[in-house]
Structures are given as C-alpha cells and as structure tokens.
C-alpha cells in the first residue's frame, strides 16, 4: 500500500491509500508539489483507491463508495467541495496569473480555453497563480496561489505551438477515461497572496477582440455565477461578492491571445 498525502492551500490535509503504482504516478503529476509523500499534520481525510481492472477504480472515503474510470478528477472534485466548508475564502471557477505583483483574474465556463490561455500568458512571462481554482480570502480580498500543474489537451497543444509558444515535446501525459492530458509547469509561479488588479470575464470567438467595464449591476450578477461551489445566497456574502465587483469588471472577447496579453500590461 503507498500512501501520499495532498495539501492545497486553505484546506485540509488529504491521506489517499492504493496498491497502484501507476495512479499514484498520475496523482503526482497532476498536483505537483502540493502532493507530498510525508505530512506534519496529524488531522487529515483518509481516502482508498483500489484499481479494479485496465479501466476502473473504487474509491472510497467517509460513507462514500463509488466505482469511476476517472478516480483524480472524481477525487480533485471533492477535494474542492471541502472549500464549500471554509468560511475564511472564497472560491472561483476560473484562472489568473499575476503581472507586476498584482493578479488579473480569467473567468469563464469550462471548455472555453482558459487552459491553453493561461498556459500562452505564462509562457510570454506572467506569474502563474491557478488555472482552475481561484481562492480568495474574504478578509483581505487577496487570491492564495493554487498553482497545480496545467493540464493542457491535445488540441491545446496544437494551438499553443501555432503561436510560437516554448512547450516542450516530451511533456508527461496523463489519461482519465476518454480524455488525455498533458501536463506542463509553468515557469514563473507566485507562492504568496496577491491583491486583485482586474477581472475578465473572459469569451473565445472568431474574429472580435474587445474589453468592456461592466457596470456593478453587473459585475455583481457574473461574480455570483462564478464560484467552484454553491454557496448560501446571505447579506453578508452579498455585500462580500459587491466589494469584489468594485475592482473592476471587464467582459473580454478574444480571437487572439495576444490581445489578452496587451490588455493585461496595459499597453
């Protein structure tokens, strides 16, 4: 039995168990440093994954016993979920790197590009600080770096070397079900909390490349579509989110990554 132990920033520590080799493998390429092969602490959640055969795992943790092709995503969401229980953060559905130590924030649905987006803005020199989970601290409104792996596509990759970006060719993969992922580390990445410069809500599209303020109204109504998980819609979470929607939000359509690059620095 080998035993890791992953620790992502304002959250638990998590001890996961199984006899495979090959997924322990996978979990640390798809965490990175945040997973570990030793822990300090003492409290954590215990899960246990079993592989059953080439294409199916069991895994187990609290009351919850399930039989999935895709055991780390399935993990990665609960992991997640855990944030739901943190009433110190707030937790988003988007990316964000960090320019000139402020942090610009990338939000839109999955599917839309963010990943092959963030992995093009680090490799033209910005800060990576999360591709997936943006965590904020309700107290200072600063972002807490969650800085896992990218986990790019086939079709990202592609689109990446189109454009002239460094990815190496021999990148460690990753295979979950039906989906195949490569997985790079950016070069540049923040370790400490950063404050909020901007936030795009971020559209891919054909041929339009713009960047519109939006009104509080707003900005209000898009941050409250935002987060990873559900959150009680309460006065006080209101008057959070209408605190954050005065940094300033932005509705970004982009054909071109370069445009987001330039909108970021300003230029």
């Known amino acids: 039995m080998i035993t890791v132990y992953i620790s992502f920033p304002s959250l638990q520590t998590f001890q996961i168990k199984s006899k495979s ?86 939000l839109a649905p999955t599917h839309i590009g963010k990943t092959t987006l963030t992995a093009y803005l680090t490799n033209s ?52 079900g039906n989906i195949h992922r490569y997985v790079l580390t950016p070069d540049k990445i923040r370790t400490s909390p950063v404050k909020i410069a901007k936030i795009f809500f971020i559209e891919r599209t054909e041929d339009i490349n713009s960047i519109d303020l939006m009104d509080g109204a707003q900005s209000v109504m898009s941050l409250l579509k935002a987060p990873s998980v559900n959150y009680p819609i309460i006065s006080e979470y209101l008057q959070f989110v209408s605190e954050i929607a005065k940094i300033g939000c932005y509705n970004l359509k982009y054909s071109d990554m370069n445009f987001v690059l330039r909108s970021i620095r300003d230029e």
Not at 69 to 76: E, L, V
Not at 137 to 155: K, N, Q
Request: hydrophobic share 40%; glycine share 4%.
């Open 125 to 176: 020199g910005l800060e990576y600080v999360t591709d997936d989970c943006i965590v904020i601290d309700r107290a200072s409104l600063m972002v807490h770096p969650f800085s896992i792996p990218l986990h790019l596509r086939s079709g990202g990759m592609e689109v990446l070397k189109k454009v002239g970006c460094n990815i190496p060719d021999n990148l460690p993969s990753v295979t979950e």
């Open 21 to 106: 080799e090959a997924f322990i493998e996978a979990l640390h390429l798809m965490f990175g440093a945040y997973c570990k092969t030793a822990t300090v602490l003492e409290s954590y959640s215990y899960i246990f994954v079993e592989k059953l055969n080439e294409n199916e795992y069991f895994v187990s943790y609290n009351e919850h016993k399930i039989i999935t092709d895709s055991p780390i995503s399935y993990i990665y969401h609960y992991m997640i979920q855990d944030l739901m229980l943190q009433n110190n953060v707030w937790a988003l559905h988007g990316a964000a790197v960090c320019y000139k130590n402020e942090v610009y924030l990338l």
